[in-house]
C-alpha cells in the first residue's frame, strides 16, 4: 500500500503493517501513548482537530491482536454535531478535540487506538495510543501435570491428572474457574478440546495451615488409540485469562505384526500342551482303574449238609409248626 503524505512524500509498506508499525515512521507529527486502566472503569481518548480544515475527515479506528482493524466512528473536521454511538462505544466533538469514549472496559478491549486524518487521497495517523486493560490477577500459583508411567497400547485406559494450587487467602476474582483439556498431536496446526468442566469443589483439598496453598486435582480418563497420541494440556481459565500446565505427552505403541504372530504361537502351544495333557491325565486314571479291578479276588461261601435223621426231621417239623403258629399268632 502506498500512503500519500502532506509533505508530498510516499511511504510504501505492506497494508496489513500500515496500522501497527510503520505508518509511525512516516508521520512525524504522530503522538503515540500507552494508557491502562482496570476491567469495568470508563476511558476517553482524545485527537486534536483543526477546524480550518474544510475538506478532511477524523475517523477513530481500533486494532486489536487477531481481529481486523475496526472503525468506531468519525466526524467531518470542521465543527459537526453528529454522535456515533454503539453500545459501548461513542464518539464526538468537543472543542478542538474528536473524541472516543469507551464505557465498561473489558479486556477484551486492549489493543491499538488511531485517530486517522483523511484528506482526500491524503492519510494522516494523529495519534496512536495502546490501550491496556489491567484486570485482577489470578490467585493460581502453580499447575501441575504428572505424565503416564506405563507405556499405552490401543485399548488400554488411561487417566490424566491436573493439580492446580491456588492461593485461597489471595481470592481476586469472583466465582470459580473453569478446567479445560486440550490435545496437540504431532499432525494438528491448533490444539482442540477434548474435555471440560466446571470447579464443583469436591476436587479441592485444604490445607490446615493457614498460609498454605489450597490444591485441586482434576482427572480425565478415556480408553486410548492409535489416534489419541499427543501431548494433553490442563488449562485452568480464571480472571479472564487461560493459564496453560506444562503438558502431558502420551505415545501409543502399536502391536507389530511380529510381535502379533509370536504371541499367536505361544497361545497356540500352550492350548496344544493343555489338550495334550488332559489326554495324558485321561488315560492314566482309565489304566489306574482298569489295574485295580483286575486284582480283585472274589469268594463265595460253599455250605454242605449231612442227610438228616429221625429226630432231626421231627425237631424240624416242630420248629417249622411253631414258626408256623408263631406267625399266625403274629398275624392275629
Known amino acids: 500500500m502506498t500512503l500519500p503524505l502532506d509533505s508530498g512524500q510516499l511511504c510504501t509498506v505492506p497494508a496489513v503493517e500500515v496500522i501497527v508499525t510503520t505508518m509511525q515512521r512516516c508521520t512525524d507529527d504522530l503522538i503515540f501513548e ?6 469495568g472503569d470508563d476511558v476517553t481518548l482524545k485527537c486534536p482537530r483543526q477546524t480550518s480544515e474544510y475538506g478532511a475527515a477524523l475517523f477513530w479506528i481500533r486494532l486489536v491482536s487477531g481481529n481486523l ?12 454535531d453528529g454522535v456515533n454511538k454503539t453500545p459501548r462505544f461513542t464518539t464526538k466533538q468537543e472543542p478542538g478535540t474528536f473524541l472516543v469514549v469507551i464505557s465498561k472496559t473489558q479486556r477484551s478491549d486492549t489493543g491499538g487506538y488511531y485517530c486517522v486524518k483523511v484528506d482526500q487521497l491524503h492519510m494522516t495517523f494523529l495519534k496512536a495510543t495502546f490501550l491496556r486493560i489491567k484486570g485482577p490477577e489470578p490467585d493460581i500459583t502453580a499447575i501441575i501435570q504428572d505424565p503416564p508411567s506405563d ?34 498431536g504431532s499432525d494438528e496446526t491448533h490444539p482442540s478440546v477434548v474435555y471440560a468442566r466446571g470447579n464443583s ?17 482434576y482427572s ?36 507389530d505384526m511380529q510381535d502379533l504372530k509370536t ?22 486314571i482309565y489304566t489306574m482303574k482298569k489295574r485295580d479291578e483286575d486284582s480283585l479276588v472274589y469268594s463265595a461261601p460253599t455250605f454242605s449238609r449231612k442227610k438228616a435223621g429221625r429226630a432231626e426231621r421231627r ?8 414258626t408256623i403258629y408263631s406267625d399266625v399268632a403274629n398275624r392275629i
Open 263 to 284: 504371541v499367536n504361537i505361544v497361545m497356540f502351544l500352550l492350548c496344544a500342551a493343555l489338550a495334550l495333557s488332559l489326554i495324558v491325565i485321561t488315560f492314566l
Open 69 to 80: 482493524p475496526e472503525v468506531l466512528g468519525g466526524t467531518l473536521s470542521i465543527d459537526y
Open 315 to 322: 425237631n424240624r417239623k416242630t420248629a417249622e409248626g411253631e
Open 220 to 255: 480425565f480418563s478415556k480408553n486410548v488409540d492409535s489416534s489419541d497420541a499427543g501431548t494433553y494440556y490442563c488449562a485452568v481459565a480464571t480472571c479472564g485469562e487461560i493459564l496453560f500446565g506444562d503438558g502431558a505427552k502420551l505415545d501409543i505403541e502399536a502391536f
Open 151 to 184: 507405556p499405552l497400547h490401543p485399548g488400554d485406559s488411561v487417566t490424566l491428572q491436573c493439580s492446580v494450587f491456588t492461593d485461597s487467602n489471595n481470592k481476586t476474582c469472583p466465582g470459580d474457574h473453569s478446567v479445560f483439556w486440550f490435545r496437540a
Open 34 to 39: 500507552t494508557k491502562t486502566v482496570g476491567v
Open 201 to 217: 469443589g469436591d476436587e479441592c483439598e485444604r490445607s490446615r495451615e493457614a498460609l498454605a496453598p489450597q490444591k485441586c486435582v
